[in-house]
């Protein structure tokens, strides 16, 4: 589970996570690929201009 803190000055500290479940199948990749980590990255920017309730 890959996960990303988020900060900012005044603000709550925020943290964006993404997990991989693996279910033992044939083919199935065990962890996360670099695809993976790169959308979690590009994901974050949105994750932070929501809205926290």
């Given at each position: 589970?890959?996960?990303?803190?988020?900060?900012?000055?005044?603000k709550?500290?925020?943290?964006?996570?993404?997990?991989?479940?693996?279910?033992?199948?044939?083919?199935?990749?065990?962890g996360?690929?670099?695809?993976?980590?790169?959308?979690?990255?590009?994901?974050?920017?949105?994750?932070?201009?929501?809205?926290?309730?």
């Amino acid at each position: 589970m890959p996960a990303m803190p988020c900060y900012k000055p005044g603000k709550r500290s925020r943290l964006i996570y993404a997990i991989h479940e693996y279910r033992g199948r044939k083919d199935e990749p065990k962890g996360f690929g670099w695809r993976d980590f790169r959308d979690l990255i590009m994901t974050a920017p949105d994750e932070r201009r929501s809205r926290v309730r």
